[in-house]
């Protein structure tokens, strides 16, 4: 035989070899969580993860997964989805064994470094969150109120100079925009200390939201397929993906803002002011790491609040009964001189019943975060009971979060669940009602990573809802086609127009 034959058939043996180990590392992987089902071709690859979030609308395809085959499903070849609102506590509890998984490496903003979300180190992890929670809970930003009153101030005073419609002129407001302007120019204030002036500009400063909009679709595939979270650790490989801090507009120039502000904070003459990042600063936060914390608080902090704005503005208005109620009491509460201030302080929204249950009812029915936030099962693997059936869950196996299938859980919400009713949360007894508000409590995280700008969440829409009803009337343009909603692990939304007037002072 020839030295080319001879060759040949020694690769050929090699291909056959390599097509053998192939075909039974798919069939090991396949057999290490054959009792869980999913879609056709799940236990094969991650096809069908990267189809979901393509077709952008991720919070459908997941919960029919759990709807079709159990609160525990397939969806990848290591990957499971869970509706279980009891396997999400134990995941995430305290002194769970459960990690993070891959897909957190996804929402790494700058190539190579990490934030308090991105990390999937857990002792790192730990000790970051204690450095940031300070500064998160308002501990240490005596400002933090008043700095999220000024931006209602502004979004109030926008509206009557722009945007009220009279008998004589017709003047249309994207309240889906709008409301964004006011979540950046919050968070970039208690981020940075300087606001973007999205509001007072009226305008996407730098272009950030525009930009956001066209990346997300990469982040969250990102998040999702493994190959590419591990490719994106590689720093070099990063810098021609990610933005850069050059960029004129987008979220290139938010870093570039970003290094900019946090820098003032440093040097032989720094600037002092006591607000987040000296807090931040004042824990133990490199420069470096100050940029990094900055910009996911932006990111995640803006595009949450936002939805939960839309997304409650559009059932309030959608639902007279409800928009009426909840108006008859901040009536009520401004006559009673509950809220004498230009804008209601938190420490009085928060006795006000039915507008906690509207905001409660608000995020359940359309929770702002759909993504997986995977965890990761122990090396040993763990044994659970899940209605009543006990199930092992193979250690290193990555588990999902079905976001829309928990908060929609008939078990739990009724079998209403699908309607938008703030009633549920007074009506219900005593053990429904704290199996309700701690199932709602997922839509934070829960355990040890429950978002740390929950308090400060919380705080802007206690008040922006008061206010908004306090001050207008609002009502949809167009009823058959009241705004454009994408998902693809967060909400992606536009053109919610609405007409506003101006109210009567009460």
């Not at 897909?103 to 730990?126: A, C, K, M």
């Not at 039915?354 to 029915?365: N, S």
């Amino acid at each position: 035989m020839s030295q080319l034959g001879a060759f040949n058939v020694q690769y050929w043996h090699l291909a056959v070899i390599a097509l053998v180990a192939y075909v039974v590392r798919l069939y090991r992987q396949y057999h290490r969580l054959k009792d869980f089902k999913g879609p056709r071709g799940t236990g094969f690859s991650s096809l069908w993860m990267i189809t979901a979030v393509k077709r952008q609308k991720t919070n459908l395809a997941y919960a029919s997964v759990n709807e079709r085959f159990g609160p525990v499903s397939r969806i990848g070849p290591n990957d499971l989805i869970t509706s279980s609102p009891e396997l999400l506590w134990r995941m995430n509890g305290v002194r769970s064994n459960y990690t993070k998984g891959a897909w957190y490496l996804g929402s790494r903003i700058q190539p190579g470094r990490d934030n308090v979300f991105s990390g999937i180190d857990e002792e790192h992890h730990t000790k970051r969150r204690a450095q940031l929670a300070s500064g998160y809970s308002g501990k240490d930003n005596p400002g933090l109120e008043g700095d999220i009153d000024t931006q209602i101030q502004n979004w109030i005073h926008l509206i009557k100079t722009k945007y009220i419609t009279t008998p004589k002129s017709f003047r249309p407001m994207d309240l889906a925009r709008k409301a964004q302007y006011f979540t950046l120019d919050v968070i970039t204030q208690v981020a940075f200390g300087e606001a973007f002036g999205d509001l007072v500009n009226d305008e996407d400063m730098y272009k950030y939201i525009e930009s956001t909009e066209e990346m997300l679709e990469i982040i969250i595939l990102a998040a999702a397929v493994p190959v590419l979270n591990y490719m994106f650790t590689i720093q070099w490989l990063g810098n021609l993906v990610f933005p850069s801090d050059k960029d004129g507009t987008g979220i290139g120039k938010l870093i570039g803002i970003a290094k900019e502000l946090v820098g003032k904070r440093f040097g032989t003459k720094p600037f002092y002011k006591q607000d987040m990042i000296e807090s931040f600063k004042r824990h133990g936060l490199t420069q470096d790491e100050l940029v990094s914390e900055s910009l996911i608080q932006v990111l995640a902090g803006s595009d949450t609040s936002a939805t939960t704005i839309r997304a409650t503005m559009l059932y309030l208005i959608s639902h007279p009964r409800v928009y009426r109620k909840l108006q008859a009491e901040i009536d009520a509460a401004v006559k009673g001189g509950k809220a004498s201030s230009p804008v209601i302080k938190a420490s009085e929204a928060v006795e006000l019943p039915y507008l906690q249950a509207v905001i409660k009812e608000g995020m359940r029915i359309w929770p702002a975060v759909t993504g997986l936030l995977t965890k990761v099962v122990p090396p040993e693997g763990d044994t659970v009971v899940i209605d009543g059936k006990q199930m092992y869950l193979p250690g290193g196996t990555n588990i999902g979060y079905c976001a829309w299938g928990i908060h929609h859980n008939k078990d739990v919400f009724g079998d209403d669940a699908h309607i938008f009713r703030p009633e549920r949360w007074l009506e219900a007894g005593e053990e429904n009602l704290a199996r309700m508000m701690k199932t709602a409590e997922l839509i934070w995280g829960w355990g040890k990573y429950q978002c740390l700008g929950k308090s400060v969440a919380t705080m802007e829409l206690n008040k922006i809802f008061f206010e908004l009803l306090r001050n207008f009337d609002f009502c949809l343009v167009d009823p058959t086609n009241p705004w454009k909603s994408a998902n693809v692990g967060l909400w992606m939304q536009s053109e919610l127009w609405v007409e506003v007037t101006e109210r009567s002072a009460t």
